[in-house]
Every structure is written in C-alpha cells, then in structure tokens.
C-alpha cells in the first residue's frame, strides 16, 4: 500500500528564512505526490503535484517541492517564509487503482515576526 | 471554474440524534466525491468516496453512511449520532480520469454533546 510519512510535528522559523518541511514516501510503481496546506477551520488547499518530469515542482504561494527518487522523499520549500505561511501542511501520496489518497500525519509550521 | 460547497459549516448535536451533511460540486462533470473526517486538526480519516451515482465504498466500518443521489451532490448521514462522531468533515472531489489531487470544501465542525 502506498504512505507518506512526515517525521515532524512542528517546524518553527523566523520570517525571511528558508523553510523546508519534510515528507518521505512509500510506493510500489510510480509516486504521485501532492502538497496540501490548512489554515486554521479550513479545508484543505491544494499547493503543488509531483507525477512525472521534473524533480523540482513549483506551486503556490513560492512553495516548491524536490522530489528525490533515491531518497524516497518529497519535500516542500519556501526560500523566504513568511508568517501568513504559518499553517498546517499535509503530504499525500495517490493509490493509483483507486485514486484514493494517502495523507501524512500533518505538520504544523509557525513562522515568527 | 470548479467549486465545492459543505453546508452547514458548523453543528452542535446532541447524542442520540440524525445526521445529514451535504457536499455539492459545481462546474464538473462525474467526479470522484470524498468524505474525510479530521480529529484534533491533525490527521485525515477517509470516510467514503464515490465514483458514480450511488457507487459508495466505505473505508471504514462505523456509525455514519454515504449517498450520492445526484452526480455532483455528496451526503453524509448518521440516524444516531455518537460523541466520538464530533470532528471537523471535509468533502473532496477530483476529476475522474485524470492524474491530479482532489480539491477540497471548506469543511462542516460538528460537535455532539
């Protein structure tokens, strides 16, 4: 069965650094990969897909995620975060035969003045 | 352009009574519907999902039940509501054939007291 793990529960960064969260896949075949984000009481949205070419993806909001097929991972990236950034960020991974996704566990992001 | 709508956004129900939640989606056509519950603003639990008119799998046994009456309409229902029904739901669609994530509504916070 495909998964996503995301070994950090929280990142905390000042406004102006680089931000990186992190998430490691498991699959059999291909990776779909996807970065969502959640603010506070709200659905999730959709920042960035990883399917095929390119093993850096750029999506919204300045996000960008590396995907690393050696290492199995597919981190997102933000060279300058903000504090509107702060939030909760969930990697996905799709099962392709029942286009069902895989969440991670979440992980909670804080950008400080 | 696509949207998705939950209503209500928020409910308080005592134990013991009926559930109906509806998710609707808008400027698509045959999508594939979700239903996920979310404990504790953390991890994500799928619920339901749908390819079809009322073509439900459920991905977990429990109190609640799923119909999809109409192509773009997604309902979520309890006949006796639990306290540990209370949660934060979201309704996802994706479109039906192509490789892409799913797109969420903003959610419905049910509380059961």
């Known amino acids: 069965a495909q998964s996503v793990a995301q070994p950090e529960d929280q990142v905390n960064v000042a406004e102006g650094n680089p931000l990186t969260v992190k998430c490691t896949y498991s699959v059999s075949g291909n990776p779909y990969l996807f970065w969502y984000v959640q603010y506070p009481n709200r659905g999730l949205q959709f920042l960035l897909k990883?399917?095929?070419?390119?093993?850096l993806v750029k999506g919204s909001y300045g996000f960008e995620a590396e995907f690393n097929k050696s290492q199995t991972s597919f981190h997102l990236k933000k060279p300058s975060a903000l504090v509107s950034d702060s939030a909760l960020y969930f990697c996905a991974v799709r099962d392709i035969p029942s286009y069902k996704l895989s969440f991670g566990a979440g992980t909670t992001v804080t950008v400080r003045a | 352009s696509q949207t998705i709508h939950q209503w209500p956004a928020t409910l308080v129900q005592p134990v013991g009574s009926p559930l109906s939640l509806e998710c609707t989606v808008e400027?698509?056509?045959?999508?594939?519907l979700y239903w996920y519950r979310q404990a504790a603003g953390r991890g994500l639990q799928l619920l339901f999902y749908?390819?079809?008119?009322?073509?439900i799998s459920s991905e977990v046994p429990q109190n609640l039940s799923a119909s999809r009456p109409q192509d773009r309409q997604f309902i979520l229902s309890s006949k006796k509501l639990l306290l540990s029904d209370s949660g934060f739901y979201l309704c996802a669609w994706k479109e039906g054939e192509n490789f892409g994530g799913q797109f969420f509504g903003p959610g419905t916070r049910l509380t059961v007291l």
């Open positions: 400027g698509t056509s045959n999508p594939n």
């Open positions: 990883y399917i095929t070419g390119d093993n």
């Open positions: 749908s390819i079809g008119i009322d073509q």
